[in-house]
């Protein structure tokens, strides 16, 4: 006689069901950012993937600039960001992980190739050096970054996912911070939010000053 299901196994089985989702997420975002590497390791690859890449972001041009220097300080530069935290940060649009109206939605009707692509195009651009209009305040964030650099570099330069911080324009840098520390929804589960906690109000104001100004 068929047995019927009991409700611990369908449970047990709809559970492992959706780790082995997760699991087939995380690697096929692992597959894509090794993708990433060996274009980046090949010269002419490279060269194929940014034409490519080139191709697609008239989308984008619109808010990001068509060299990645955004067309408002509260959009975020993509120019020189790192191409690993560019893709991984529009794949958590994707998700779901991260939220904004326009980006979720973009970011669901490109290929993953079209998202390696565009991440190694903006990635090679060059971001414009924009000064702080307060540089009292650039000095006392200086001061305030030393206890970013272990994930930002001394520099601001980032790294594979970390974002490079150099240059970003200081009204997105407020933005993102203040999202942060209010453990807004829109990026939920951040590694930030623990570290933008203990920023006051002043020590946001500082170190968007100081990171604007910042393009070594
Ligand atoms: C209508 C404006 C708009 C368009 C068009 C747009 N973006 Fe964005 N993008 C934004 C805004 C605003 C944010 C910041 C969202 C937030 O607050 O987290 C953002 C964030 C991003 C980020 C994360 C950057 C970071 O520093 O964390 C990436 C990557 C990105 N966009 C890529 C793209 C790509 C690729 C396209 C084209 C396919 C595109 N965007 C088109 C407005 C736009
Ligand atoms: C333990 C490592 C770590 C430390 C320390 C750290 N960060 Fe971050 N930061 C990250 C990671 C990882 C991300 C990307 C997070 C994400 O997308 O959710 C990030 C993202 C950011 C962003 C958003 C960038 C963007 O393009 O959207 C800002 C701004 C930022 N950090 C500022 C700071 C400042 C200022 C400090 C020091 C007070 C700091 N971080 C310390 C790891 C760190």
Redesign the pocket.
């Known amino acids: 006689m068929h047995k019927p299901v009991s409700l611990r196994t369908l449970c047990l089985s709809i559970l492992l069901m959706s780790s082995c989702l997760q699991y087939a997420q995380a690697s096929d975002i692992q597959d894509a950012i090794q993708r990433l590497q060996r274009l980046q390791s090949d010269p002419e690859l490279t060269q194929q993937a940014y034409a490519k890449g080139e191709e697609r972001v008239t989308l984008c041009s619109y808010c990001h600039g068509k060299d990645g220097n955004s067309t408002r300080d509260d959009i975020?530069n993509l120019a020189e960001q790192n191409p690993q935290y560019l893709f991984t940060?529009f794949e958590?649009f994707a998700t779901g992980e991260?939220s904004d109206y326009v980006m979720s939605k973009l970011a669901k009707i490109l290929t993953e190739e079209e998202r390696v692509n565009i991440a190694l195009y903006f990635g090679m651009q060059k971001v414009t050096k924009k000064e702080s209009e307060r540089p009292d305040l650039a000095e006392q964030g200086k001061i305030?970054?030393l206890?970013?650099t272990?994930?930002?570099g001394n520099e601001g330069m980032g790294g594979f996912?970390?974002?490079r911080?150099a240059g970003?324009r200081a009204a997105y840098?407020r933005h993102?911070?203040n999202l942060f520390r209010s453990k807004d929804p829109r990026?939920a589960g951040?590694?930030?939010i623990p570290?933008a906690t203990t920023?006051s109000d002043a020590d946001i104001e500082a170190?968007s000053h100081y990171l604007q100004g910042l393009n070594p």
């Open positions: 975020p940060a958590k991260r305030r970054f206890q970013c272990a994930c930002h996912d970390k974002p911080l970003q840098i993102a911070l990026r951040s590694e930030m570290i920023l170190l």
